[in-house]
């Protein structure tokens, strides 16, 4: 296990050094220029496309049509499922410990550039979609890359190294973070905990992409709602000691040392680096995978399904990851020696009056973490049908329940530096690929957008008058 963490260590400063922080942050910023900054233009119009259409708001209102397995919604929210995970709870927590307060000044920088790479990669994963042999639909950047690029060979090498990014990122790590907050609250041994998420999971995925987004659908609002009522609480009960935090998160951005007293080891690197890997962990925005979902939609046009990906980011990072932060540094226990889910349990604990902090904690990540598990194992099967065919789609279910049992006590700090590792190695490709195939995401947006957006303004205002003359 220690030449592991060494080799891997070795990798990891390759992969997450200057040239990749700059690949992140170049083609985020080029996309959001090329796409006129769409992540920060037209949100109603965005609101009503997404949410707005789904629950029948307005004249947004239309059943999903064109080919597919699983609705628009259901696509999106099983998507949110696979973002809104451990990264939100326990990636936070290990950002700030290693990178600093900082960390998640930089995890937000990523994230806002971050959405205009998550559209762009859902348009592109819908557009170079196939149906496969059973009748499913198959999509992501091993598709988009070798179609769009005519380059098979990469569309194997990223396949391959999803399938290995999927295994670490969930099948390891959730199944980690889970036991440990399990084990943190009742005692009992990871294993077990293993034992029961492995069936549970199971009941699922054996029901195949259609199950798994019933589940998610269900699930998604749910979890996320309540873990921010709860972290909203917390703010709220603390409220005059947040401009203090977010000073603090400012100041450790571009000064760690003078910011934390000192602090040894931590410099603006160290923060960007972690802040930026553990907020790729955490929203995928420049992984690709989340297209590998997003390309079972019943939608018309890729744009149509793109849209949701700015809203993907924002809920995942500005929302959810930052009330975790925002959490950890109010508490002030983000040196105190704990790590990844316990920190955000004894943060909740400390900071939430009575006893139950740490059970709002548990209760999330036991949901988020699950949540992960089902669809991250879709990327695994869509990544390994790409390489072999439908025909390996029962052994894998084996393998990913044979790898929660190992994530479920394998060794925290060692599964999150492979989940680093296995981001690095897979954006490298995908980021590049994204701005050469950049000109066809922009056409489909253009396209969209002319053909939608004149009717939303009309409606707009057409609202606008209405009430202007009721008021007259």
Partial sequence: ?????????????????????????????????????????????????????????????????????????????ASVSAVVGSGNIAGVATAIVTGGPGALFWMLVAAAVGMATKYAEIALGV???????????????????????????LGYIVAVLIMFYSVIISAV?????????????????????????????????FGGITRIGEVCGALSPFMAG???LCGLLVIVLNITKVPAAIAQIVASAFAPSAALGGAAGITVMTAMRYGM???????????????????????NTPAEQAIWGPLEVFVDTFIVCLVSGLTIVLSGLWDSGADGVVLTMNAFQTLLPGNWGQYVVLGASVLFGF????????????????????????????????????????????????????????????LIGLAILSGQVVKMKDEYYA?????????????????????S
Avoid at 132 to 153: C, E, I, Q, R, T
Avoid at 277 to 299: D, L, M, P, W, Y
Avoid at 453 to 471: D, I
């Fill in 1 to 77: 296990m220690e030449l592991l963490s060494t080799i891997n260590g070795a990798v990891n400063d390759f992969v997450w050094g200057a040239p990749a922080i700059i690949l992140i942050m170049g083609v985020g910023l080029f996309l959001t220029i090329r796409l006129k900054g769409i992540q920060f233009r037209n949100w109603g119009f965005m609101l009503r496309q997404t949410y707005g259409r789904t629950f029948g708001r307005g004249k947004g209102k239309k059943a999903d049509g064109g080919e597919g397995e699983i609705t628009s919604f259901q696509a999106a929210m």
């Fill in 127 to 153: 557009k170079y979609r196939e149906k496969a042999a059973d009748g499913s639909y198959v999509g992501g950047p091993m598709y988009y890359l070798a179609k769009g690029l005519n380059a098979k060979w």
């Fill in 173 to 205: 790590v959730d199944a980690n973070t889970m036991a440990a907050a399990l084990n943190e609250t009742f005692g009992v041994s990871p294993i077990i905990w293993g034992v029961i998420f492995a069936v549970l999971t199971a009941i699922v995925i």
């Fill in 226 to 228: 309540a873990y921010l």
């Fill in 277 to 299: 890997a553990r907020g790729i962990f955490s929203n995928e925005a420049g992984v690709g995978s989340a297209a590998i979902t997003h390309a079972s939609a019943k939608v």
């Fill in 371 to 430: 949540s992960c598990l089902i669809t991250y194992y879709n990327y695994l099967e869509k990544s390994c049908a790409s390489l072999f065919g439908p025909k390996c789609k029962l052994a894998i279910k084996f393998v990913w329940l044979a790898f929660i049992l190992i994530g479920a006590h394998s060794t925290l700090g060692v599964a999150w530096d492979l989940a680093d590792t296995a981001n690095g190695l897979i954006i490298i490709p995908n």
């Fill in 451 to 471: 053909a939608e957006l004149p009717a939303y303004k009309a409606e707009k205002a057409a609202k606008k008058a209405a009430k202007k003359a009721a008021r």
